[in-house]
């Protein structure tokens, strides 16, 4: 009765039978002393609470029409709907962590067991060591596997144990070996010497031409050891085995064909497409080939038996696939097609997991560094783009000259240059990406172009049917 409203907690007065707010009765009583409303003695000890449950208040005048219960409903309803849609978009950002954190443990773990691998190979080596003290038996024999005859799988060579040489080659890239060439060494290479043997192609120094031929070259020597002829149309890409005397080539017959070096024959045909093969990349394990083609598919192929053991196609694109590298862990690879697109693959779950756009006009070359950083990239748009792979962004665009043809990218095995082959030959040097060499001794396109151990050479070839060394 003294405020109008429903009390919180009632209490009764004796003097005057009325319902009070306990509160503001003891309020008025501390300052009357009396009953409000028959104005008798009242203290705070006569008063007697109501025990009640919760009181319900009565509704505000604006909720007791249908138009003020709808709009009271409406306003509730988008409360409702702001939240859900706060909710979601909460849930959509925990989803982006949660996959980049996964992501990030997927690649943890490739780090880990790379390197419990090469510890493994270490322990190995050192074991196989310890009982020679020291002392390096004569070999008696060739320890390579060899391939003897066209259509046989390749023999599976023994184990012999680490050699310490192995074990520098599988470290390579990890560390600037002391033989590397200096900057300002390099950047007094000249011409050396010129041989003449066929159309095109990069060296080993291999060659092959649009005459369907592909032709290897021993520098040492200075001469042909092999004019390998099988091909049916102009050969696209050649490479040379690292432990074996065995080459591997792609043509636009549509056909791969492995090679004895030694042998001058041919002793097996891959045939992964149904159109021209444009690229070519050997597997760090060198049992294993990377394709490219035409026909818009990629192709894994086990090189000792020739049978292709997965085959895919991006649907989504529809583009001719114009070249292929490995990644030097050999868990990824990327191909360029002829829609300016670079695609990163993942090899185990056959999925395209990263695109690289930004080039105009078919992908001409890609190349991997040798740390696993960087990956470069030409095209027909005259430009030579550079690509963090572990921010996935292009960090670096140089141009080149007006209708430059880019034909051929390669790092050195150290990844501190950067040749580039095409209407000349261009050699820049990491991380400051500044340009340190260029030749123009060819007539011709350069096709190849590739380093030798330690960047102590460079190699070249190119339409005018040359071969071309560069040194100090």
């Not at 009765?25 to 007697?48: C, W």
């Not at 696209?236 to 070096?261: E, K, N």
């Not at 001058?264 to 394990?285: D, F, I, K, M, Y």
Request: with cysteine; proline share 4%.
């Amino acid at each position: 009765l003294v405020s109008n409203e429903v009390p919180e907690h009632p209490c009764v007065s004796p003097v005057s039978n009325q319902v009070y707010e306990r509160r503001l009765i003891e309020k008025y009583i501390a300052e009357n002393g009396v009953d409000p409303i028959t104005g008798q003695p009242l203290s705070e000890e006569q008063l007697i609470d109501i025990k009640l449950s919760h009181p319900i208040r009565p509704k505000a005048p604006s909720a007791t029409s249908i138009p003020a219960i709808l709009k009271s409903l409406q306003d509730e309803w988008d409360a409702v709907m702001l939240h859900s849609f706060t909710l979601r978009q909460q849930l959509q950002t925990t989803r982006q962590e949660l996959s980049h954190a996964l992501y990030q443990h997927d690649a943890a773990c490739r780090v880990i067991a790379r390197l419990t691998k090469e510890v493994t190979a270490a322990r190995e080596a050192l074991a196989t060591l310890k009982p020679q003290a020291g002392l390096v038996a004569p070999q008696t024999g060739p320890t390579q596997p060899s391939i003897v005859a066209a259509g046989e799988a390749m023999d599976v060579s023994e184990q012999v144990g680490m050699t310490p040489d192995i074990i520098q080659k599988v470290r390579r890239g990890k560390t600037v070996p002391e033989e590397l060439v200096r900057a300002e060494d390099l950047s007094k290479y000249r011409h050396m010497a010129s041989h003449v043997v066929s159309d095109c192609g990069p060296p080993k120094f291999q060659r092959g031409g649009s005459d369907k031929n592909v032709v290897v070259f021993d520098k040492r020597e200075e001469q042909i050891l092999a004019t390998l002829k099988g091909h049916t149309k102009k050969v696209t890409s050649v490479i040379y085995h690292p432990s074996q005397s065995v080459v591997f080539s792609a043509s636009t017959d549509s056909t791969i064909r492995v090679w004895s070096v030694s042998g001058g024959s041919c002793v097996q045909v891959v045939r992964a497409h149904e159109a021209g093969v444009t690229g070519l990349s050997l597997h760090a394990t060198g049992d294993y080939l990377l394709s490219s083609s035409e026909d818009q598919f990629w192709a894994f192929s086990d090189i000792q038996t020739g049978r292709v053991l997965t085959k895919v196609t991006d649907e989504t694109t529809g583009s001719a696939l114009t070249c292929a590298q490995f990644h030097p862990d050999g868990l990824i690879f990327g191909t360029g097609t002829a829609d300016s697109q670079i695609k990163i693959w993942d090899l185990k779950e056959r999925t395209n997991v990263a695109n690289f756009p930004g080039h105009s006009g078919p992908i001409t070359a890609i190349a991997f560094s040798e740390n696993g950083y960087y990956l470069a990239t030409g095209a027909q748009d005259s430009s030579l783009k550079l690509w963090d792979l572990r921010k996935l962004k292009n960090f670096k665009t140089i141009a080149l000259d007006n209708s430059y043809e880019v034909k051929s990218l390669v790092f050195d095995q150290s990844g501190t240059y950067l040749a580039v082959g095409g209407s000349d030959i261009r050699v820049y040097i990491c991380k400051q990406w500044s340009e340190v060499l260029n030749f123009t001794e060819h007539t011709g396109v350069v096709t190849g172009v590739a380093f030798g151990e330690h960047a102590q050479f460079l190699a070249s070839s190119g339409m005018d049917r040359s071969l071309k060394f560069y040194s100090l």
